[in-house]
């Protein structure tokens, strides 16, 4: 292969794969949220790729197979009859007469006679180039011919591969999609969230009062620690109750004389 026809095969490849995933996909979202923009659009773009490379196989299918019925061996007739180009020089006749043997030989393989430059028949005996010439024709045929199948077969599979992206994307929308990683992430820090605030609940109850954090959702309330009780202040001494009444004060008692 040249190195266009590798730059070609990639090409119809990366193509080729890029449409039926827009078939698929396109369907697969119809399926799945209903009718929306981007599923048509999908679908769209994957039916003129491959529309359009089916097509073109096909006309590879066509010019190929024309080119080759060239090829193919035709009637030649019989011999040549005895007054053909009588009229020539014999030298021209000769020439004239072994080159249409020797074509015909090359492109029918049949081995006819030829005027010599005497005007007599002789039998064409074809020679290493000839028989070589004979191949390369018939090995061109050949290519020919097994191109012009490829490209029907190219043909009708980009049409079958179409069909099987348009009928699979539906069946794949009937699975349930998996719930993605970060909204499990998610929910198992959700779960550890709550299980300090259940557990700092019965606490709560017990507390007077506990202040709540404004900063955000994803905070736990810390316990008030409970309020100092004011130290006891010492009682004054009672004074003496009077035994003679209750409103009367108590006099102070004079000196005793003795103990001067």
Not at 152 to 158: A, G, K, N, T
Request: glycine residues 8%.
């Amino acid at each position: 292969m040249t190195p266009n026809d590798w730059l070609q095969f990639i090409g119809t490849g990366v193509a080729g794969i890029f449409g039926l995933f827009c078939l698929f996909d396109g369907t697969r979202r119809l399926a799945a949220y209903g009718r929306n923009a981007s599923g048509r659009q999908m679908i769209g773009a994957g039916l003129a790729i491959v529309l359009m490379l089916a097509g073109y196989a096909y006309w590879k299918h066509r010019d190929r197979a024309e080119v080759a019925r060239a090829y193919q061996p035709v009637e030649t007739g019989g011999e040549l009859p005895d007054n053909w180009r009588k009229k020539v020089s014999p030298a021209t006749r000769e020439a004239s007469s072994l080159e249409l043997a020797r074509g015909l030989y090359v492109h029918s393989g049949v081995v006819r006679e030829y005027f010599d430059i005497n005007g007599k028949r002789v039998r064409f005996a074809p020679s290493q180039a000839d028989v070589k010439q004979r191949e390369l024709f018939l090995g061109k045929a050949a290519r020919l011919e097994e191109e012009s199948r490829a490209s029907f077969l190219d043909f009708v599979l980009w049409l079958v591969w179409g069909a099987a992206a348009l009928v699979f994307g539906p069946l794949f929308a009937r699975e349930p999609v998996a719930a993605p990683a970060d909204a499990e992430a998610e929910a198992g820090a959700e779960a550890e969230r709550r299980e300090p605030t259940l557990a700092a609940a019965p606490h709560a109850a017990a507390a007077p009062a506990q202040a709540r954090s404004k900063v955000g959702e994803d905070t736990v309330p810390l316990a008030v620690p409970p309020a100092a009780k004011p130290a006891a202040q010492p009682k004054p001494p009672s004074p003496a109750k009077s035994s003679v009444g209750e409103d009367t004060v108590p006099l102070p008692k004079p000196p005793d004389p003795q103990k001067r």
